[in-house]
C-alpha cells in the first residue's frame, strides 16, 4: 500500500519570503500523480499543484513550484512570494496509475504566514 | 460554476446516537467520494461511487456506516450508533470520471464537522 509522510507539523515563513514543505512517498508503482492540497479554516481542499511522474518537469503554477525527486521518492512544494493567504493546512497526495484507486493524503504541515 | 455542497456544516450528538450528512456533487461529475478527517490527520476515503454504483467501500466500517448515492446524484453518509472516535470532518469530494483522464481534480465541499459527545 502506498504511504505519503510529511515529517514537518508546523511551519512558518515571513510575508513575501520563501518557505519549502516537505514530502515523501513509497510506492512500487512506476506511474503515478502526485498532489498539493490546501486547506484553509474554511475546511474546503483546494488544488494547488499537480505532478504526473512520467513528466520530468517540474511543475509550477504561478508563486508554486515542486521540486520531484522520482527516484528519491520526494515531493516538496515551495511557495515564493508568501502572502498571508497562504496560510493553511497543505496536504500532499498520491494517487496511483491504476484505475479506481483513491487519493492516498500524508498528515499534513499547517504553514503560517508571518506579517 | 457551483462547487460541492455539503450539509449540515456542524453536528454534534450524543454517543450511539444516528446521523446523516449529504451531499450535492458538481453537476456533471460522475465520481463521488466520502473521506473522513479526523483531527490532526489527513483525509481518509470511507467510500467512492461511480454514478449509482460503488466502487471502493473498503475503508467503510459498515456495521455502523452506510452511504448511498440516488440516482447517480446527491449522496448521503449515515453513521448509526454513532462512537466517540467517529468525531472529525466529513468531507465529500467529486471529479469529473474516473476513466481515462486518470489524475484528474477532486473538487471538495466545506465538509462536516461532527462532535460525538
Known amino acids: 500500500a502506498q504511504t505519503v509522510t510529511q515529517s514537518q507539523p508546523e511551519m512558518s515563513v515571513q510575508e513575501a519570503e520563501t518557505v519549502t514543505l516537505s514530502c515523501t512517498y513509497d510506492t512500487s508503482e512506476n506511474n503515478y500523480y502526485l498532489f498539493w492540497y490546501k486547506q484553509p479554516p474554511s475546511r474546503q481542499m483546494i488544488l494547488v499543484i499537480r505532478q504526473e511522474a512520467y513528466k520530468q518537469q517540474n511543475a509550477t503554477e504561478n508563486r508554486f513550484s515542486v521540486n520531484f525527486q522520482k527516484a528519491a521518492k520526494s515531493f516538496s512544494l515551495k511557495i515564493s512570494d508568501s502572502q498571508l493567504g497562504d496560510t493553511a493546512m497543505y496536504f500532499c497526495?498520491?494517487?496511483?496509475?491504476?484505475?479506481?484507486?483513491?487519493?492516498?493524503f500524508g498528515k499534513g504541515t499547517r504553514l503560517s504566514v508571518i506579517a | 460554476e457551483a462547487g460541492v455542497a455539503q450539509s449540515p456544516r456542524y453536528k454534534i450528538i450524543e454517543k450511539r446516537q444516528s446521523v446523516a450528512f449529504w451531499c450535492n456533487p458538481i453537476s456533471g461529475h460522475a465520481t463521488l467520494y466520502w473521506y473522513q478527517q479526523i483531527l490532526g490527520q489527513g483525509p481518509k476515503l470511507l467510500i467512492q461511487f461511480q454514478n449509482n454504483g460503488v466502487v471502493d467501500d473498503s475503508q467503510l466500517p459498515k456495521d455502523r456506516f452506510s452511504a448511498e448515492r440516488l440516482k447517480g446524484v446527491d449522496s448521503t453518509l449515515k453513521i448509526q450508533p454513532a462512537k466517540l472516535e467517529d468525531s472529525a470532518v466529513y468531507l465529500c469530494?467529486?471529479?469529473?470520471?474516473?476513466?481515462?483522464?486518470?489524475?484528474?481534480?477532486?473538487?471538495f465541499g466545506s465538509g462536516t464537522q461532527l462532535s460525538v459527545l
Open positions: 497526495a498520491f494517487m496511483s496509475y491504476a484505475g479506481n484507486t483513491p487519493l492516498v
Open positions: 469530494a467529486s471529479s469529473l470520471d474516473r476513466g481515462p483522464s486518470r489524475g484528474e481534480k477532486l473538487f
